[in-house]
């Protein structure tokens, strides 16, 4: 998975204009986040249509208060520089819970 620092820029509208984008927002801290990212190597590969990328939430906090990303771990969808979607909160994510997220994005 990128990192968002791997881009050139943090304009979200230049890094998704084209193509389908799944941010995953998270912290080094965050224990719910570590208890999703074993899971994120298979879910990437399962939705291979989509590129992700991995939003260190307190090195990007001026984005994530942008996005209302307060809650992390959280997932912001984007298909050609639009929002398509978003699992925003603060609650735990199960691999489940995140792949029902993305399969109701084709919808």
């Known amino acids: ?5 791997d881009y050139q820029t943090t304009d979200l509208q230049e890094i998704t ?10 912290a080094d801290w965050c224990p719910d986040c570590h208890f999703i990212e074993p899971e994120l190597p298979s879910i990437e590969k399962d939705y291979s ?5 991995q939003v260190d939430r307190d090195k990007f906090l ?7 990303i307060m809650g ?3 997932f912001v969808a984007f298909e050609n520089g639009k929002e398509i979607g978003r699992l925003v909160n603060k609650e735990r994510k199960t691999k489940e819970q995140v792949e029902n997220f993305i399969a109701s994005l084709a919808k």
């Open 49 to 53: 249509q989509y590129q992700f990328i």
């Open 62 to 68: 001026d984005l994530a208060k942008e996005l209302g």
């Open 1 to 5: 998975m990128k990192k968002l620092e």
């Open 72 to 74: 992390i771990p959280s």
């Open 17 to 26: 204009q084209e193509g389908k984008y799944i941010l995953f927002f998270e």
